[in-house]
């Protein structure tokens, strides 16, 4: 079946820092991907998405590339600040239905 | 603002006891969702329904059930609480079809403890 790998956390990095989130998927066909995020106390939240290979999809300075031949969509931020410190969950549309990988959470320093 | 509203953010009950999560949307949404998040497993799928009075098993069904009376009411039912139910409950609506873009609308998430 349908299933997404992400990295295990947690993650914590100083204000600044370069983000990277890894996360592969296994399916049949091509499902559309996605990274929602959870800021503490709150519901999950769209991120972005992509819909078909070579996407990105970007939000809030973070982006994620569609790479068929190698089964990711990695998330990535260039700079993070505090206000990121969340938890990060990548998933993919299969049939009619979301799956969700475990979440990582990120923690930024000041 | 668009909303999933979930009725109780911290529920403390008994072991046996009958738990009752209720959720509401307001964007007249066919899909509606019902999830629990684990440490290290992430989310995981209960039930889903994609129309009034319709449901399907998710991918955890055991120990469980849902409602659906009304199009913006999804109800999840927890027959007999067991200390393994201790959990956070997400429930998430969506539209369906031609209109259905993957993305989920989640609630703030339902804490339940189970003694």
């Known amino acids: 079946g349908d299933s997404v790998t992400q990295m295990e956390g947690p993650v914590t990095l100083s204000e600044e820092a370069f983000l990277t989130i890894n996360c592969t998927y296994t399916a049949t066909g091509y499902p559309s991907l996605f990274w929602y995020v959870q800021y503490p106390g709150e519901g999950l939240q769209l991120l972005l998405k992509?819909?078909?290979?070579?996407d990105k999809g970007s939000n809030k300075g973070f982006e994620a590339t569609y790479r068929k031949e190698t089964t990711s969509f990695h998330l990535e931020k260039g700079s993070v600040q505090v206000s990121d410190s969340a938890v990060y969950f990548c998933a993919l549309l299969g049939d009619y239905k979301l799956s969700f990988g475990a979440g990582t959470t990120v923690t930024v320093r000041a | 603002d668009v909303k999933v509203t979930q009725s109780s953010r911290y529920l403390v009950k008994r072991t046996g006891e009958k738990v009752f999560l209720e959720c509401v949307q307001d964007?007249?949404?066919?899909?509606m969702f019902w999830y629990r998040q684990d440490p290290g497993l992430g989310l995981r799928l209960i039930y889903f329904s994609y129309d009034v009075k319709m449901k399907e098993k998710g991918d955890i069904p055991e120990g469980y059930s849902v409602s659906r009376e009304k199009k913006e009411r999804f109800s999840l039912i927890l027959e007999s609480a067991s200390t393994n139910q201790t959990s956070m409950y997400l429930c998430?609506?969506?539209?369906?079809?031609?209109?259905?873009?993957?993305?989920?609308?989640f609630g703030e998430g339902s804490r339940l403890t189970v003694l």
């Open positions: 998430a609506s969506s539209r369906s079809g031609a209109s259905n873009t993957g993305e989920l609308f």
């Open positions: 964007m007249d949404h066919e899909n």
């Open positions: 992509a819909t078909k290979a070579d």
